[in-house]
């Protein structure tokens, strides 16, 4: 008759199945922000790995438009010159000559040339500045006679304190 009154009530087992619902609430909000950042980390895992994808695909796209021009390049460097060029008589030799050196000459002077043509719109302001310079020179020249002058009268004074 014991076992009989032993059995258990609904309102118990109601509370033992709301105790493991809540235990079960608890252990899931223990583990999901596990899951969280291991999403987000492989997700950002797969989106560094597809950038470095692109990136590495870039580059093998520019070296074999390189090695393109590699062999462009060797195959015109093993190619007969002498088909392409003009054929130039030897009387007009020394003329090519002289016309070559004049070339060296003039792009070696083509940076200064270019500085000066890049400075032409400076010049009025150069010429105003040269202006005040020139002004500041005169009165600095006036400033040094006088004190040449007072100088000198000084010296005398010195000389006619001695002499006396």
């Not at 009154?5 to 583990?31: D, G, L, Q, Y």
């Not at 050196?101 to 002077?109: D, G, L, Q, R």
Request: with cysteine; hydrophobic share 40%; glycine share 0%.
């Amino acid at each position: 008759s014991l076992d009989l009154t032993c059995r258990r009530t609904p309102c118990f087992a109601k509370f033992s199945e709301m105790e493991e619902m809540i235990n079960m609430e608890a252990e899931i909000n223990e583990v999901q922000p596990l899951l969280l950042s291991v999403t987000i980390s492989s997700t950002l895992q797969f989106y560094f790995v597809g950038k470095k994808c692109e990136i590495l695909q870039d580059m093998n796209r520019h070296l074999e438009a390189i090695l393109k021009e590699k062999r462009a390049l060797r195959k015109r460097l093993l190619k007969n010159r002498c088909e392409e060029s003009l054929p130039v008589e030897a009387t007009f030799h020394k003329y090519i000559v002289e016309l070559l050196s004049e070339a060296v000459t003039f792009i070696e002077k083509l940076e200064n040339h270019l500085q000066s043509v890049r400075r032409i719109p400076q010049i009025p302001d150069i010429m105003n500045n040269m202006d005040t310079t020139l002004s500041k020179t005169e009165v600095l020249m006036i400033e040094l006679e006088e004190l040449t002058k007072q100088i000198l009268k000084w010296e005398e004074l010195q000389k006619e304190a001695y002499s006396k």
